[in-house]
């Protein structure tokens, strides 16, 4: 990670930690970057934060006075964006988003004419240009200055994208969505209603404030009430940006990024589909999506918690699908990125063509309880790396043997430590977690 790039770009409290002067900026260094040798060319979408409008126009007037044209798609979702990016023969992409965050946060996701996240050798460029360590870029004059394009055709143009690949009409199919007043809220309904379901939105009235606020993918109680009162057939959360997708079946239970990945992948699989009969999963899956795996003959490859990382894996062994518990799916046939509406198409796939409730389908995983705890730390790889914290993890390894497991990691956001413990009960999950975030404080490592 670098200065101000984390996992997923730029991120922090809006004009804070992100400053419109760093959006200036980065819209001044891109712009010239890409226009070196021609007049670059860069899109634009956001979120629906009061932020996003800010920081959109910090952004086009940098690119502008740097010689870009900038494209405007307004409110859309961050796959969105990687998709016109890589179909339209963009420079860059540019998303205005801080995903799951509160409202009052904010990030710039920039992404490659690939539709892949930025290059790190790209962000440690920025980087310098924004701390002044890599001199000036010069302005655009006279007719080289740039201009702001409005571009809603694009999302458009991705909403028929979506459409397309749904493999039968959703007809008396009675489906529910949590937009979470966030990017979803122009696009999800349009798409459903596009199939023939009996669309059922809640949390599609943003007001700039209310993004992610007790609603969404990680708010998903209340989907489940909704799921459960309507008697729904199944129900779709996103998160803000709309890259995350976590499901509901029929009887009001979670349906995560786990067990997504079981049942696109063995779907997949079983239509000789899945390449290499692999996912590709991080190191916070649950131990039990890989006991189920092993039952029906899935491998596994385990990557550092990101979907960055998880594509880049995917990419270097041809694997077609891969993503994180947290509910970032990639199918990589159709996307580059993780993408909530296009994985909640592909599990209506898996129902719609094997005619199994949500429920049925996820049946065969036992998931483990889980517990993480987040603890906030001063510095976190010497927390991280201290003896006594060490000589605690390796306790818990030992006493939880094979029948569970315990994660300690640096967060790439944020200032804190994430401990997770995987156990047979809750109570041992408390037990150990307590254990080594008990060792954290007696060594002094934890802020208030």
């Given at each position: 990670m670098g200065k101000y790039f984390g996992t997923d770009g730029f991120r922090g409290e809006a004009n804070v930690d992100l400053t419109v002067e760093h959006a200036f900026k980065v819209g001044r260094f891109l712009g010239w970057y890409y226009g070196q040798e021609h007049r670059?060319?860069?899109v634009i979408g956001k979120d629906t934060r009061r932020s996003s409008y800010m920081f959109e126009y910090a952004l086009a007037a940098?690119?502008?006075?740097?010689?870009?044209?900038?494209?405007?798609?307004?409110?859309?979702?961050?796959?969105?964006?990687?998709?016109?990016?890589?179909?339209?023969?963009?420079?860059?992409?540019?998303?205005?988003?801080?995903?799951?965050?509160?409202?009052?946060?904010?990030?710039?996701?920039?992404?490659?004419?690939?539709?892949?996240?930025?290059?790190?050798e790209v962000e440690e460029k920025i980087e310098a240009y924004i701390d002044g360590a890599a001199g000036?870029?010069?302005?655009?004059?006279?007719?080289?200055?740039?201009k702001t394009i409005d571009y809603a055709a694009g999302r458009?143009?991705?909403?028929?994208?979506?459409i397309s690949l749904a493999t039968r009409s959703f007809k008396d199919m009675r489906i529910g969505l949590d937009c979470s007043n966030g990017s979803a809220f122009a696009i999800a309904k349009s798409v459903y209603d596009a199939l023939g379901a009996k669309t059922y939105v809640i949390n599609n009235e943003p007001d700039g404030m209310n993004i992610n606020t007790n609603c969404g993918s990680t708010h998903i109680e209340v989907l489940q009430e909704f799921v459960k009162e309507k008697k729904l057939d199944v129900g779709f959360a996103f998160d803000g940006d709309a890259d995350r997708c976590i499901a509901v079946d029929e009887n009001g239970n979670v349906v995560d990024g786990d067990l997504i990945l079981y049942i696109c992948g063995k779907y997949l699989k079983d239509q000789g589909r899945l390449n290499g009969d692999t996912i590709v999963t991080t190191v916070m899956s649950n131990i039990g999506l890989y006991k189920a795996c092993d039952k029906v003959g899935i491998r596994y490859e385990k990557t550092r918690v990101g979907d960055k990382y998880?594509?880049?894996?995917?990419?270097?062994?041809?694997?077609c699908l891969g993503g994180e518990q947290s509910g970032h799916i990639i199918f990589s046939k159709h996307a580059t990125t993780g993408d909530g509406i296009l994985t909640s198409l592909m599990i209506m796939e898996v129902m719609m063509e094997t005619k199994q409730s949500l429920a049925k389908l996820a049946e065969p995983v036992t998931i483990y309880p889980q517990l993480l705890k987040n603890v906030r730390v001063s510095d976190k790889k010497t927390a991280r790396e201290n003896p006594e914290v060490v000589k605690a993890v390796d306790a818990v390894t030992e006493a939880l043997g094979e029948d569970g497991r315990i994660l300690v990691r640096e967060s790439g956001t944020e200032p804190v430590i994430r401990v997770m413990v995987e156990a047979t009960t809750d109570e041992l999950c408390e037990k150990y977690v307590n254990q080594v975030v008990d060792v954290m404080e007696k060594e002094g490592l934890v802020v208030e």
């Open positions: 670059a060319r860069v940098g690119l502008t006075a740097s010689g870009a044209d900038a494209y405007l798609l307004h409110v859309t979702t961050t796959p969105s964006v990687s998709y016109v990016t890589r179909t339209e023969d963009f420079d860059c992409g540019i998303m205005i988003s801080a995903s799951h965050n509160p409202y009052y946060d904010n990030g710039i996701k920039v992404i490659n004419r690939k539709g892949q996240k930025l290059e790190a000036e870029v010069p302005l655009a004059k006279k007719e080289k200055i740039g458009n143009r991705y909403i028929g994208h979506l998880v594509y880049e894996n995917m990419v270097q062994n041809n694997f």
